[in-house]
């Protein structure tokens, strides 16, 4: 099985500035399958990348994806109010899934 | 609008059996692969099944798997999640979720979850 990793636990920033989350797989992710989730409380979460840095439809061009084999990257260039919230990394591979534990982006 | 609708979630006692389901609409859940996700309370995501296109072949999470049953009824476009000898860390919140075409195993549409609590 696929262990992700993601840091940092929590991120305090403020609106405008930039977020930068990483998620660690403790094995190469063949064909670059990861993705990106942002929930909010009492809410499903909600797909913002595929294909590691593939933005979903209706996604802000302020979400953006990167990375390959085992380290991935999720950068958020300028925070809005919005956009505090937790974060998640998914993986595929050997025919199953898994989630890394979430960072939290929350205010300063 | 494509949407995906949990239902079935209760209070159960330790040991009993209860099936969620997921109701599609706006799309055919017979040409999708399908997922079931859990929450606990205040804790993160956890993957437990997916059922592909021909129904045949299901994988699961380690921490279900031989317990609980992934399945579809087409006619009805609508997934199941059968659970069986439930635990007190069964208890959460089950999302059920579509597998985006072509996007690379991700996971497109989401429900709005059904909580389930195992308790005595």
């Known amino acids: 099985e696929t262990v992700l990793t993601q840091f940092p636990d929590t991120l305090s920033l403020s609106p405008g500035d930039r977020a930068t989350l990483s998620c660690r797989a403790s094995?190469?992710?063949?064909?670059?399958?990861l993705a990106w989730y942002q929930q909010k409380p009492g809410q499903a979460p909600r797909l913002l990348v595929y294909?590691?840095?593939n933005r979903a439809t209706g996604i802000p061009d302020r979400f953006s994806g990167s990375g390959s084999g085992s380290e991935f990257t999720l950068t958020i260039s300028r925070l809005e109010p919005e956009d505090f919230a937790v974060y998640y990394c998914q993986q595929f591979s050997n025919s199953r899934g898994s989630f890394g534990p979430g960072t939290r982006v929350d205010f300063k | 609008q494509v949407q995906l609708v949990e239902s079935g979630g209760g209070v159960v006692q330790p040991g009993r059996s209860l099936r969620l389901s997921c109701e599609g609409s706006?799309?055919?859940?017979?040409?999708?692969?399908m997922y079931w996700v859990r929450q606990a309370p205040g804790k993160g995501l956890e993957w437990l099944a997916v059922i592909w296109y021909d129904a045949m072949n299901t994988e699961y999470g380690d921490s279900v798997k031989g317990r609980f049953t992934i399945s579809r009824d087409n006619s009805k476009n609508t997934l199941f999640l059968q659970m069986s000898s439930l635990r007190a860390e069964d208890t959460g919140v089950y999302y059920c979720a579509r597998n985006g075409k072509s996007m690379r195993f991700a996971m497109d549409v989401w429900g709005q979850g059904t909580t389930v609590t195992v308790s005595s």
């Open positions: 294909g590691a840095s």
């Open positions: 094995q190469s992710v063949g064909g670059d399958y």
């Open positions: 706006g799309f055919s859940l017979a040409t999708s692969g």
